[in-house]
Nanobody, 132 residues
Framework: EVQLVESGGDLVQPGGSLRLVCTGSGVTFNSRSISWVRQAPGNGLEWEWISTIYSDGATTFYADSVKGRFTIYRDNTKDTTVYLDLNSLETEDTAMYYC??????????????????????WGQGTQVTVSP
């Protein structure tokens, strides 16, 4: 069993930056890949996959929409924490951001519209709002 808790969401102006934090608990957290997905307002039951980091901490993947602007990493001194740095934020980045794990059928490239049952574990989400 893995529990995930996100934090760091906020209201920020276009061009600004934020750092999202995913804190996990459970005996298998360190051995799991961790992903971030987001759900924009009005997107119903679909989420947009953003990024994934493997348990080795060195293997990472990004969606085309955020590549070069977002960075995912794990803190080796804090085995239960994964970060997502958001830079050059755009109004289109406004969404609820979720930390997830346990991908059933991974598609860590390009564009991936995620459904709820594509991941086993979900956090409660943290809101990012980008507005002038």
């Amino acid at each position: 069993e893995v529990q995930l808790v996100e934090s760091g969401g906020d209201l920020v102006q276009p061009g600004g930056s934020l750092r999202l934090v995913c804190t996990g608990s459970g005996v298998t957290f360190n051995s799991r890949s961790i992903s971030w997905v987001r759900q924009a307002p009005g997107n119903g039951l679909e989420w947009e996959w953003i990024s994934t980091i493997y348990s080795d901490g060195a293997t990472t993947f990004y969606a085309d929409s955020v590549k070069g602007r977002f960075t995912i990493y794990r803190d080796n001194t804090k085995d239960t924490t994964v970060y997502l740095d958001l830079n050059s934020l755009e109004t289109e980045d406004t969404a609820m951001y979720y930390c997830t794990s346990g991908a059933r059928y991974p598609r860590f490239r390009g564009t991936w519209n995620v459904r709820r049952d594509d991941f086993i574990y979900w956090g409660q989400g943290t809101q990012v709002t980008v507005s002038p």
